[in-house]
């Protein structure tokens, strides 16, 4: 089975590194983005199955990134995971009604993490 | 603030003269002493209540001093007019020259004497028929002693006697002057005396009210103060609770980055992601991994506290068997127990009903009385968790976590709910915690409608209870029937079916879609929304039960019908697709004639039906 690709944006290097750890482990393979540019910009490059996304972010924030993938129909189709060290009250409602199939706060348990993402795109 | 609104009600001033006239003689003196005020510091406690004495007798003796000059006109006495006239003026000046000077020797000299030589000359005046003025002279020396101190009392107690004496001795040998009473005078003097008498009135009356409504005045203008600081203290104080609240928001953000990188990166290596780890490496990075978690589960017990207090805690109604959370809730906290070597043991009846409560909230309640109790409790000990029926209302479930610790002292027992309270104590831990779990139990506990509290006796342990509402529909539906008599006509079901969507985005579609019914077209303060769950095991099925004709009823499932395509089409990903069936009777024609409850059973009861048709309805197609 060809492993599924998994776009990680976050503006944390050592939390993109960890986070790519984990998935690899996982058989996932990764891609990284940094910021909001960067994250349409990689997804239309490497078309990935999954986005993990963080919402604060330089250049575009997470919602942004949301609606631009929504409105993009090559791209609409690509089901987005928030993983965000922002207030879950406020945010999880948000981001669901943005189009994101599920919310995680930070620091994300690995399980449900990983369940979350196979049962998606597994 | 409760006055002054009262006041805005009624009028004002007719709202609050009663107790101005009540406190009439006090506000005299107040006006005294803010007419000396100039003097106020150069004067002792004693000096200042001979200034108040002056100025009382100053404007006594001027109050006096008309009618008695009138009385003396009436009589035709001319001759009397400019000397009491001149008595009112002098007296009248002795206030104005303390305040400025502060000498109250002056003062008291200044009105005996002149009081004295006025008696005299009245006396001189009048003769015979003028006894009355000499009835005051006794008071010239009182007065001198009072004001001016006891020497002046004994010189104008002389002076009395000796003017006394000089009259007497006028009197005793025929020198008394002799007064022509000229009746055109008397007539003259009669209506000037009573006009003047009624002008004193008149001005008194002005006197008094100018005082009144300097009064009033004065304390609208304090009320009006009030009001305002009031409303600038609650301004400040929103404004710096909102200001923490962002500041606790803002640094649990910024906490929680670093944390989840250490969380990661800890967490990888000790699943061996990194390559073998041995024995004492594993052990050593699983405390690590542990106090990592607790950091967390701290900066989430602050966020949630800052919530609760801005109301915006999150607490959703579910409906769930409480024995396997209970377990659930134990098998986490299992292996921390063993390491103290604490029994910990979970025991719910059989029975036990389904709580309407929010299942990960009383997970986080369990967890944290049942950390507690782990806490406090010495090696060897053990803690309980018991769930049952609570035997003083088996309209609830009652939850204990017993514990074989420390105790809790009798004062202390009721404190330990508030805010950052903790119980000090040298025998156990030194870490503790922030003390925010038991603040953040009792407001989760009482949002979802339950109460907790403690028991405990120092030295044997202590015994936590909370308790959660069992789900009865006939209570869910209460806000459908408003008051006896006071029935709709028709009522409505609605039901709604999630036939697809996505596995993954179930629990957050699930979500969304009862928020969808929360917030949109319904009334919130006389529809209900079923909790998630009161449709049996059936997930993706909503129902609300509302108060509605039956036209209504229909508009209603379109209107909702949609929202919930556009809430689909929102979250594209999950491929959702809903069913939305309107089921509308009119209300059993027995209700109108019974009481609240029967026709909440009644209703119940019906709503029940209507459920389970549709469920068969649904098994079929």
């Not at chain 2, 986080?364 to 090696?379: C, D, H, M, R, W």
Request: hydrophobic letters at 45%.
């Amino acid at each position: 089975m060809s492993s599924k690709k998994i776009l990680i944006v976050d503006d944390d290097r050592d939390i993109r590194m960890g986070l790519g750890a984990r998935l690899r482990a996982n058989d996932f393979e990764v891609v990284f983005a940094e910021d909001g540019m960067g994250a349409i910009a990689t997804a239309r490059r490497e078309s990935p199955d999954l986005v993990l996304l963080d919402i604060g972010l330089p250049a575009g924030n997470g919602y942004v990134v949301l609606d631009r993938l929504r409105k993009n129909t090559s791209l609409s189709g690509i089901p987005v995971v928030v993983l965000s060290a922002r207030d879950a009250e406020e945010n999880e409602k948000l981001a669901l009604e943005e189009g994101a199939i599920a919310f995680f706060q930070k620091p994300a348990d690995n399980e449900s993490l990983i369940a979350a993402i196979r049962s998606a795109i597994g | 603030m409760a006055a002054s609104m009262d006041g805005t009600g009624v009028h004002p001033a007719s709202a609050s003269v009663a107790p101005m006239i009540a406190a009439a003689p006090g506000r005299l003196w107040v006006e005294v002493d803010r007419f000396l005020a100039p003097q106020a510091e150069s004067l002792n406690a004693d000096e200042r209540r001979r200034a108040r004495l002056t100025v009382a007798v100053s404007a006594s003796i001027v109050a006096l001093g008309v009618p008695i000059a009138c009385n003396l006109m009436l009589h035709g006495v001319w001759g009397n007019l400019p000397v009491t006239l001149g008595l009112l003026v002098v007296v009248s000046a002795v206030p104005f020259v303390l305040r400025r000077t502060g000498s109250l020797v002056l003062a008291g000299n200044a009105i005996a004497g002149v009081l004295a030589a006025t008696l005299a000359i009245l006396k001189f005046n009048s003769g015979t028929i003028a006894v009355p003025p000499f009835i005051f002279l006794p008071g010239v020396p009182l007065i001198a002693a009072l004001i001016a101190g006891p020497r002046a009392g004994v010189f104008w107690g002389g002076f009395a006697i000796v003017e006394l004496g000089f009259f007497y001795f006028l009197a005793i040998n025929g020198l008394e002057p002799m007064i022509e009473l000229n009746p055109e005078h008397l007539f003259r003097g009669r209506y000037v005396g009573a006009a003047v008498m009624v002008g004193f009135v008149l001005l008194l009356a002005q006197a008094y009210e100018r005082l009144k409504t300097r009064a009033l005045d004065e304390l609208r203008q304090a009320q009006r103060l009030a009001e305002e600081r009031s409303r600038e203290l609650e301004e400040s104080r929103r404004q710096q609770l909102e200001m923490k609240d962002r500041f606790v928001s803002h640094v649990s953000h910024e906490l929680r980055t670093p944390l989840t990188a250490l969380h990661q990166f800890l967490s990888i290596v000790l699943d061996g992601l990194a390559g073998k780890i041995e024995g004492e490496q594993r052990e050593y990075l699983a405390i690590a991994f542990r106090n990592a978690e607790q950091l967390r589960r701290m900066i989430d017990d602050l966020m949630d506290l800052n919530r609760a207090r801005s109301g915006k805690l999150r607490v959703e109604s579910d409906l769930f068997p409480v024995g396997p959370v209970l377990a659930d809730c134990v098998r986490n906290l299992e292996a921390r127990a063993g390491e103290k070597g604490i029994r910990l043991q979970a025991c719910a009846s059989e029975e036990l009903a389904v709580a309407q409560a929010d299942p990960t909230r009383v997970r986080q309640v369990v967890g944290n009385l049942v950390e507690n109790a782990i806490k406090f409790t010495p090696k060897d000990g053990r803690v309980d968790v018991t769930g049952a029926r609570d035997p003083d209302d088996d309209s609830f479930l009652r939850i204990s976590v017993r514990d074989t610790g420390c105790g809790i002292e009798p004062g202390a027992v009721d404190r330990i709910f508030d805010r950052l309270h903790q119980e000090q104590s040298a025998e156990t831990d030194s870490r503790l915690g922030l003390g925010l779990g038991l603040a953040i139990a009792r407001e989760l506990v009482e949002r979802q409608g339950g109460h907790i509290w403690a028991e405990s006796q120092p030295g044997s342990g202590s015994t936590f209870h909370f308790t959660l509402p069992i789900f009865e529909l006939a209570r869910a539906l209460r806000p459908c029937v408003l008051e006896e008599g006071e029935l709709r006509r028709n009522f409505s079901v609605l039901h709604v079916e999630l036939l697809r969507g996505s596995a993954i985005a179930s629990e957050g579609l699930q979500r969304g879609v009862l928020h969808l019914l929360r917030t949109s077209v319904f009334y919130p303060e006389r529809d209900v929304v079923l909790p998630k769950g009161a449709l049996g095991d059936a997930p993706g099925r909503f129902a609300v039960v509302a108060a509605t004709g039956a036209e209504g009823a229909e508009a209603l499932a379109k209107r909702l019908a949609l929202r919930l395509d556009r809430f689909a089409e929102a979250s594209k990903t999950c491929h959702a697709e809903f069913r939305v069936r309107a089921h509308t009777e009119e209300v059993p024609a027995e209700l109108d004639r019974c009481t609240r409850a029967e026709a909440l059973e009644i209703l119940a009861g019906r709503v029940e039906e209507i459920l389970r048709e549709a469920g068969h309805e649904r098994g079929e197609t």
